[in-house]
C-alpha cells in the first residue's frame, strides 16, 4: 500500500507498506478522492497548530467502503465519506452532544494520520452514506460542513448581512449557507480573482477589496450604515481577525472559524459598547455534514464549481507545493486514486 507521508515541514515522501490490519469498531476504506484543504497547505509550511511530524495529511475524502465490519446500514461496496473527527464520547464536550471539540480529540491527518493512503480504517461510527452524490461531491462535505457549522453557530436568520472575510475554500462554503439561511452575504478579501469568483460563481451580489478601497466606508454604504449583524472570520489571518470587530454591528455577533496561533486582540470599549457575542467555530458535527449532504440533493450547492486543479495521486508530491501560491489561482484541488 502506497501512502504519502508529510516527513517534516516542507517534505513529502512516497512510501510503502502493508494495507492496514482491521481493529474492532473500525470500517476499511479504499480512498478514491481526496480534497486538498487549507489545513494540509498549514501543515506543509509548518504553520498548522496542533500539529506534529511526520504525518500523511488529508480529511476530505470520499471512499469505497471495502468491509463495514458491523457498521449498521452499511455494506461493502458502497461509496461513502465519513466524519473525520474522532471524539472518545465521554468528555464534558461530547457529553453535551458538542463531538466536534471533544477534549481528546483525534483529527484525521492532523492528530492522527489520514487519507493521502490507498487504505484507511476508520471508526465504523463516523461513516457517512453517499445519498446518490459521486466521489467528487463527497470529498467536499467536509470542507463544506466546517462553513455551514459556523453559519449554524451564528445562528444566521434571513435578512441579515453577513460578512464573510476571506474567500479560500472555507470563505466560499460559509457564503454559499449564509446564503441558503437567508442572509445578504457580502465577501471580502484582498485578493481579487477570488472576490470575482464569489460574484460569478457564488452569486455574491456585495465583494469588498481592503486593500483597494475603504472598508469600512463601504460597508457602512452597502448596510446603511449599520455594519454586518454577523462577521465570520475564515482567514485564520491575526491581522485581519483583529481588525474585524469594527465591521461587527452593534449587538451583532462575531464568529471566528479561522485558526490563529498567535494572541488575538482588539479594544475592550469597542467590543463591549456594542454588546458583542465572540465565538469560535470548530469541525463540525454530524447535523452539519447532514445538511450539506442534503443541501447538494437538492441543488442548492453545487459541488463542481469549487473543484479548479486535479492530479492523479502518483502526481501529488510534485504538484502540492505550487498550491501554496495564490497566482495558481487554486480554489480546491482534488486527488484521484484508481
Known sequence: MQSLICEQPGTFAYHNGEEPTLLPGNALLRIRRIGICGTDLHAYQGTQPFFSYPRVLGHELAAELVDPNGAEGFV?????????YFN??????????????????????????GGMV????????????????????????????????????AAVKPG???????AGPIGLGTMEFARIAGAKVIALDINDNRLAFCKERLKVDQVINPATEDAFARLQEITGGDMATVVIDATGS??????????????????LIGLQKETISFSHPEFHKRETTLMSSRNATREDFEHV???MKQGLVDPTTYITH???????????PAWLDPASGVIK??????
Do not use: W
Open 293 to 295: 449532504i442534503s443541501s
Open 310 to 320: 486535479r492530479v492523479k495521486f502518483s502526481e501529488l508530491k510534485d504538484a502540492f
Open 160 to 166: 441579515e448581512f453577513v460578512l464573510v472575510i476571506g
Open 76 to 84: 461493502a461496496g458502497e461509496i461513502v465519506s465519513f466524519i473525520p
Open 88 to 113: 472518545c464520547g465521554n468528555c464534558i464536550a461530547c457529553r453535551n452532544e458538542k463531538p466536534n471539540c471533544c477534549t481528546n480529540i483525534k483529527v484525521c491527518g492532523v492528530h492522527v494520520d
Open 118 to 153: 490507498e487504505y484507511l480504517q476508520v471508526p465504523n461510527t463516523s461513516l457517512l452514506k453517499s445519498e446518490g452524490l459521486d466521489f467528487d461531491a463527497l470529498a467536499l462535505v467536509e470542507p463544506l460542513a466546517i462553513g455551514a457549522h459556523g453559519v449554524r453557530r
Open 333 to 338: 484541488a482534488i486527488v484521484e486514486l484508481d
Open 238 to 255: 491575526q491581522k485581519a481577525i483583529n481588525n474585524a470587530l469594527q465591521f461587527v454591528a452593534h449587538g451583532g455577533r462575531f464568529v
